[in-house]
Each structure stands twice: as C-alpha cells, then as structure tokens.
C-alpha cells in the first residue's frame, strides 16, 4: 500500500533550514492499522501530509499503491487523492454553513458518482454511523462527538482505501473519543488501511503497529501482541 525510502522534508524560512522528516523508510501493507506517535515536533504531522499528499518531499521515494507519487504536480496528486484517501482531522473541518448531508456529500461532488447515487451512499454511511436523524442539522447543532462522526463519515464516503486520522479525538471527552476509536477499528476490520497520529498511548495500544518517531526518523518500529 505505502512505500517510503529515504524521505524527507525540508522547510526553510529565510537562511534557516529546519528538516521535519529525515531519510525516512516505512512500509504500510494493504489493511493495515498504524498508529504514529513521538513527541511534539518529531515529524508526524509532516509525515501525515505527505502520506495524504497534501505535500511534497524534498527528496526520497513515495509509493502509493504501486505508483510513484512523490514527483507529481499539484493537480496530478488531486487527483489521486480524490476516492484512494480519506482524512479525519481533530478539528473535524466541518462546513458551517452546510447541512450534515452536504458536508458528507462534498467527497463525492468531484467524482464521476451521479448525484442520485451520491445522494444514496450519504444515507447509507449516515446510516452506519447512527447519524441519519441528523442529516439536516448543521454542524453547530451536533455534539462534539457527532461531529467527528460527520467527518468520519465524509472520510469514508468515497471507500477510500487508505484512511489517515490525525489526533482524531482530540477534541473530544473521553467517552465520545472511545465511541470513535471503535468506530475506526471497525473500519479497520472492514479492510480499510487506517494511519493514525496520536499522543495518547492507550490509543495507540489499539492499532496492530506502532511507529514512533524522533527527530524525522523511526526510532521505534513494533507490532502488537495482540495482532501477532
């Protein structure tokens, strides 16, 4: 699924050169569930958008499916993007202004789907995450907890194969974040390869595959007992 050899990534800001992500190699398979964790400015949140394609490296080799994605121009990473990644953020990145039901569909508006099919797969994944009641509220309506639902729910509207969530319930109390840790298993157990970057560690006890970070490299590699 995900092949990384030697990237990096590096910011400057005026002379000053700061490396987030230092010569890295990861590999992801298919259905995997990977948690990424480290301490504040090791390089996870970098590391995310990339795997998201929402950047770019400085240097190195990307793999997404097969396909080399690290030399691609804006437009052709869109592209890829749009159906094969979902993204649940910590701030849920929820359209005001917009009805649940919209906020869902707009992973689909750019897509070949027709809208009455688009309109169809909003009521089943509304469904599935027990949100159908809500569909015409507004996000300023719902419960921290449903609105990370929403998002959810926008993330795996296109049946993305790979799935990134980024401190997916960090705004949340705990028994709503718990609601949502199972909802992401669930996922997970469906097939869906599942990326997460959390600071909890009970978290991500959760996931089959730990990759800690220091530094921009992996200092720590390891599998779950529980998933041997």
């Known amino acids: 699924m995900i092949e990384l050899q030697q990237l990096s990534k590096r910011y400057r800001a005026g002379n000053v050169e700061t490396t987030a992500l230092?010569?890295?190699?990861?590999?992801?398979?298919?259905?995997?569930?990977?948690?990424?964790?480290?301490?504040?400015?090791?390089?996870k949140t970098s590391l995310l958008a990339l795997l998201g394609l929402l950047d770019s490296p400085s240097s190195g080799l990307y793999r997404l499916q097969g396909e080399d994605v690290a030399g691609k121009s804006a437009r052709e990473l869109a592209a890829i993007r749009r159906g094969r990644i979902g993204f649940v953020f910590q701030s849920f990145?929820?359209?005001?202004?917009?009805?649940?039901?919209?906020?869902?569909?707009?992973?689909?508006?750019?897509?070949?789907?027709p809208p009455k099919a688009q309109r169809a797969r909003v009521a089943e994944v509304l469904q599935r995450l027990g949100l159908e009641h809500r569909a015409a509220h507004h996000p300023s309506q719902l419960s921290g907890g449903q609105q990370q639902r929403v998002a959810i729910a926008r993330a795996i509207a296109a049946r993305p194969a790979l799935l990134l969530a980024d401190e997916p319930t960090g705004n949340l109390d705990s028994a709503h974040g718990q609601q949502v840790m199972r909802l992401l298993r669930e996922l997970n157990d469906e097939g869906t390869t599942l990326v997460m970057v959390t600071h909890s560690a009970e978290h991500a006890a959760l996931a089959s595959r730990t990759v800690r970070l220091l530094d921009g490299r992996v200092l720590v590699d390891a599998h779950a007992e529980h998933a041997a």
């Open 93 to 113: 990145n929820l359209i005001d202004e917009l009805t649940v039901h919209d906020n869902v569909q707009l992973a689909l508006r750019y897509g070949s789907m």
């Open 22 to 43: 230092d010569a890295l190699d990861l590999q992801i398979e298919a259905g995997e569930y990977v948690a990424i964790t480290g301490p504040s400015g090791c390089g």
